[in-house]
């Protein structure tokens, strides 16, 4: 009996142990510094063909409205590659357009988004205190510095700084990152995230409509984040998600649905999920020329 009782409390101790330290190995909220500079300076990453370039930029500006920048031919990667590089400031949101004439190198194209940080070596070492994992350490690219980070569930990020400061008008309504993440690594996505960004969750939704993720029947868990890098949602279901729910990274707030749709078929684009209600606003699925997917919603005062 007592030796039963000694393992007991051994194992007990052991589980105490490792509770403990993976407490520690989890950062507090934001013990790490704020580095976020502003929404309208965070862009979705969008890599396109370049016969497919110049018409998915004017299709993005016939919708949503906008400015570009001057385009070029940069090397934008730590080893050699060339890309046409285009940046797209819509009032809904900003996207920068890559359109590669080489081979992409690893692990580029599969990073989401870009954000801009107060210090990129500051930015790099908050995120890596966070939790999170440096794809690509810091490199200098035609205009400043990046890197790219991986968060738990495998959300790959750029990291960028700017020698010049750049200078962008406020966005008329901020997008969405729209993040789908395993319920395995959920958790761990969520409190590293709210470590590095200084985010606070918005709604918790265990519950929420699954129409969302095109299973109207349904529900699933939705988690609102809002930060200095403005809004993000993280959409967590059992990974069975019909087409093309799932491969849109960023959800656009619009005044009028059914006049942006209409701006969007008019410049090319397909409409791969009709409108759908959700709570507090309709949606729907877009694809762009070039093959960019995107949700665009309108409040609906529900």
């Known amino acids: 009996m007592r030796l039963i009782q000694a393992l007991a409390l051994a194992t007990a101790f052991a589980g105490a142990l490792s509770t403990a330290s993976l407490a520690q190995a989890r950062p507090a909220i934001n013990a790490t510094p704020a580095v976020a500079v502003g929404p309208q300076y965070d862009t979705t990453h969008v890599y396109v063909a370049p016969e497919d370039f110049d018409r ?10 906008g400015t570009t920048t001057k385009q070029g031919v940069f090397t934008v990667t730590p080893t050699a590659s060339l890309t046409m590089s285009q940046l797209v400031l819509t009032p809904a949101g900003s996207i920068s357009v890559f359109g590669f004439k080489t081979p992409v190198p690893y692990p580029f194209g ?17 995120a890596r205190t966070a939790g999170a994992s440096v794809m690509v350490a810091p490199f200098p690219d035609p205009i400043g510095r990046d890197a790219v980070v991986q968060w738990p569930g495998g959300v790959n990020m750029q990291l960028y700084w700017h020698t010049t400061p750049p200078s962008y008008a406020p966005l008329q309504t901020t997008p969405e990152n729209r ?33 969302a993720i095109g299973r109207p029947t349904e529900t699933f868990r939705r988690v ?10 993280v959409l967590t279901s059992d990974g069975h998600i019909p087409y093309p729910f799932g491969r849109e990274m960023t959800g656009y707030e619009v005044g009028d649905l059914g006049q942006t749709l209409d701006k969007a078929k008019a410049a090319g684009a397909a409409v791969l999920a009709q409108p ?11 694809q762009f020329p070039g093959g ?3 949700e665009i919603h309108a409040r609906s005062g529900e």
């Open 224 to 233: 609102q984040i809002e930060s200095g890098f403005g809004k993000l949602v």
């Open 56 to 65: 998915f930029v004017a299709s993005l500006v016939a919708t949503f409205g």
């Open 292 to 294: 960019y997917i995107a």
């Open 110 to 126: 599969a990073e989401r988004t870009g954000y801009l940080v107060k210090d990129l070596d500051q930015a790099v070492a908050a």
């Open 179 to 211: 993040v789908y993440v395993a319920a395995d690594r959920v958790e761990a996505f969520i409190h590293d995230f709210l470590a590095f960004s200084h985010g606070k969750v918005v709604t918790d939704e265990a519950r929420a409509p699954a129409s």
């Open 276 to 286: 759908y209600a959700e709570k507090g606003r309709r949606a729907a699925i877009v």
